[in-house]
């Protein structure tokens, strides 16, 4: 049974940073995409970061391109986002998510796995 666990949501003020981690197991995604998103009240999901994991290479949404890190390690199974130069608007409920296949893609729905989602507050 795939599972998909997020850590390191938290407080921090405006300009700060934070670092998300979401382990995996279950399975392995070595031929797979795993990505980021987010979800503030009253809002739809919306994509944040994707990265496929047979070698790194990334996908971002503009609104976090620049600011926003995303990297994996294959040894722990583990995915993680460095969030840096936080602003308020970013504040959401972050989830992990895991897509079988090589392609990196923004649409909810083509993401097979999913956290159980970890909160992000930024304070202006």
């Known amino acids: 049974q795939v599972q998909l666990v997020e850590s390191g949501g938290g407080l921090v003020q405006a300009g700060g940073s934070l670092r998300l981690s979401c382990a995996a197991s279950?399975?392995?995604?070595?031929?797979?995409?795993m990505g980021w998103f987010r979800q503030a009240p009253g809002k739809e999901r919306e994509f944040v970061s994707a990265?496929?994991?047979?070698?790194?290479?990334?996908y971002y949404a503009g609104s976090v391109k620049g600011r926003f890190t995303i990297s994996r390690d294959n040894a722990k199974n583990t995915m993680y986002l460095q969030m840096n130069s936080l602003k308020p608007e970013d504040t959401a409920v972050y989830y992990c998510?895991?897509?079988?296949?090589?392609?990196?893609?923004?649409?909810?729905?083509?993401?097979?796995?999913w956290g159980q989602g970890t909160q992000v507050t930024v304070s202006s």
């Open positions: 990265i496929r994991w047979s070698n790194s290479n990334t």
């Open positions: 998510a895991a897509r079988l296949g090589l392609a990196l893609v923004a649409g909810a729905s083509s993401y097979n796995y």
């Open positions: 279950g399975r392995t995604f070595s031929s797979d995409t």
